[in-house]
Each structure stands twice: as structure tokens, then as C-alpha cells.
């Protein structure tokens, strides 16, 4: 406990699974969290009377990331609260629509690629050059998805954009490495998460979705929470460039048989 201490997080997409987990985890060990949601302001509600109850104090910010103006918003609410921000954790997203390359309109094209990868983009561009401010150093962690390696029908949006968060994120160790801000990347596999509500709801759906995976069930948020907590804590000092894939094994599975 207390690893965290001290420290100002800000978590993109925090009203709900994997954000919001992690913002409770980051609470317990004493950093003060900035939450933000898109629409669902009951949900990130909810993690804000979390976060107080683990002993954290929260900020609450509506904040549609694939603008850049309201990016910047978002900073200057928690600059304005906080006086910085030590913690980067960008994980806000839209899943893949389910529509193949050759009839995916422009509009939602780049409906996924801004959410996926601009919006991480604004964020932290603005993160580093409030570092500089604020005497350099600092953790950015992007979440991705084991989608930046596994191609999916339908879903060519989805995993370009966190094909992309992957590059960028090896991009960024080097540029800032020498300035002691480290930038990793969690890649979680099927996380029981709205974005995976049918595999929720649906115990046969589930037992389905898992059948190739190697542990045969989901992962848990919590379970991506306390590898956020490391890589934002002075544990992972040393660490950079890394993404870290939380799947059950699923990656090593897929190609078996063949």
C-alpha cells in the first residue's frame, strides 16, 4: 500500500471496467484520480464515491477524447485541482463495428481511429509538456488490446488503432526515455467489461468465448488494475517501451492446430 502516494493519476474512461478499476486500485494506494467518462456520467459517478471510499480524492470530467479542444479542457480541470498530473493512463475506446473494410464509411473510420489513437495522441502530448513544466519524469500507460496483433473480421478499425497505440507507445520510450518518463502498454485480451457485456450477461456465450483460450475464462479488471498500479509506481522505474499482454494465454494459443 501507498505506492501511489502523493501522485495525481488521470485516467481516460474510468466510468466503467478496466478505467474504473484501475482508479480504484490507484486510490488504495494514495493517488488522487482524475475520472473521466463520455456519457455515462452514473457510471463515473459511481467511480468517484469508489475512489473516496479507498481513501482517495476524486475529480469528475465529461471528456469525449477525439476532440482535441475538450483534451485540453480536461488537463487544464485537473490543473486547476490538482496542480498537476503525474499519472497518464490512457484507456478510453470504441470497439470494432463489426463492418468489413470495403463498406466502412469515412465517418466511422475515423470515428474509431480518433477515439482509439488521436485521442491518446492529444493526451499525451499535453502530459509531456506539462512534465517539462512540472520537472520531467512521469508514467503514461496505454492500454491497447491483443488486438494489435490478432487480425478479426469486421473489427479492421479496432485493431489498426491499437496496432498503432502499440508503435506509438515504442515511439515514445525512446523520445523520452532520457527525460524519466516511462511509457508502457497493457494489451488485455477478453476482459469481462461492457465492451464484452454479451460474455457477462451470457454464461454459454462466455463458455464460447473462451473455448481457445488457454485458461479457459476471462480476465477480471482488477486483474489489469494491479498491473496499472506497477507501472505507475516507482517499481517499474526501469521499465520502458514494454507492453505487457494479460490474456489467458490467448496469443499463444491462436496458430495451434495449423
Known amino acids: 500500500m501507498g505506492r501511489l502516494e502523493g501522485k495525481i493519476a488521470l485516467i481516460t474512461g474510468s466510468d466503467s471496467g478496466i478505467g474504473k478499476a484501475t482508479a480504484i486500485e490507484f486510490a488504495k494506494e494514495g493517488a488522487n484520480v482524475v475520472i473521466t467518462y463520455h456519457t455515462d456520467e452514473d457510471g463515473g459517478k459511481e467511480t468517484l464515491k469508489e475512489v473516496e471510499n479507498a481513501g482517495g480524492k476524486g475529480l469528475l470530467v465529461k471528456v469525449d477524447v477525439s476532440k ?6 480536461m488537463f487544464d480541470r485537473a490543473l486547476e485541482e490538482f496542480g498537476t498530473v ?3 493512463m490512457n484507456n478510453a475506446a470504441i470497439n470494432g463495428q463489426g463492418i468489413p473494410i470495403a463498406d466502412l464509411s469515412t465517418e466511422k473510420w475515423d470515428r474509431a481511429i480518433k477515439t482509439n489513437l488521436y485521442g491518446y495522441f492529444f493526451c499525451i502530448r499535453r502530459f509531456i509538456n506539462l512534465r517539462r ?6 508514467k503514461i500507460i496505454n492500454v491497447s488490446s491483443v488486438h494489435e496483433e490478432i487480425p478479426a473480421p469486421g473489427t479492421g478499425d479496432y485493431c489498426s488503432s491499437k496496432g498503432a497505440v502499440k508503435m506509438l507507445t515504442r515511439t515514445l520510450a525512446l523520445e523520452l526515455a532520457e527525460e524519466g518518463i ?4 497493457i494489451a488485455p485480451g477478453m ?3 461492457p465492451i464484452n457485456q454479451e460474455a457477462k ?3 454459454e456465450a462466455r463458455e464460447e468465448k473462451t473455448d481457445n483460450i488457454p485458461m479457459k475464462r476471462a480476465g477480471k479488471p482488477g486483474e489489469i488494475a494491479r498491473l496499472a498500479v506497477f507501472l505507475a509506481s516507482a517499481d517499474s522505474d526501469y521499465v520502458t517501451g514494454s507492453t505487457y499482454v494479460m490474456d489467458g494465454g490467448l496469443t499463444q494459443y ?5
Do not use: P, S
Not at 482535441?68 to 479542457?73: C, D, P, T
Not at 513544466?133 to 512521469?138: E, H, L, Q, V
Open 68 to 73: 482535441e479542444e475538450e483534451v485540453e479542457k
Open 86 to 88: 503525474d499519472i497518464l
Open 133 to 138: 513544466k512540472n520537472g520531467r519524469k512521469g
Open 182 to 185: 516511462n511509457v508502457n502498454n
Open 191 to 193: 476482459i469481462l467489461t
Open 201 to 203: 450477461d451470457d454464461k
Open 254 to 258: 491462436m496458430g495451434q492446430g495449423a
